[in-house]
């Protein structure tokens, strides 16, 4: 509810409970992101991605990108979904990272998808990998 609201309060809440020590309330506050994206929510999720040392909330700042689509196209989560996706030492983050680059810029999506369908030591990453890249036009 607080994340629909217009008043740049009620934002900044949203934004700051990313960084709320309780992981459930960082949740609450990607899932809430992604259903109202902006650019400074694309952006800040992004630095959740790059930077969170938990795995589970890595994944679901992926999945909230992914989620935003062509609202969170900016050079720097661009750059954060491309480095999970290839560095990240999760596969399940890796993956939900080339979903959502895919998702958010198609275009930009394919040199991502072609490395990680090709070195990605998981097998079932490179499947789809694959599977993505025959997706794009």
Known sequence: WLSSRPEPEAQNAVL???NDAD?????????A???NPSPSASLAV?????????W????EAARALGA?????ADARTLAALA????RDKVPLVRE??????????????????????????????????????STLP
């Open 16 to 18: 700051a409970a990313l």
């Open 23 to 31: 992981l459930d309330v960082q949740r609450n506050a990607l899932a």
């Open 33 to 35: 992101l992604s259903k």
């Open 46 to 54: 992004a630095s959740v991605l790059a930077g969170s040392p938990a």
């Open 56 to 59: 589970p909330i890595r994944l």
């Open 68 to 72: 935003m689509g062509t609202s969170a």
């Open 83 to 86: 480095a999970a996706a290839e």
């Open 96 to 133: 939900a990272a080339a979903r959502a680059i895919t998702a958010v810029a198609p275009e930009q999506a394919r040199p991502v998808l072609v490395r990680l369908k090709t070195a990605d030591p998981e097998v079932w990453v490179k499947e789809s990998a694959a599977a993505l890249e």
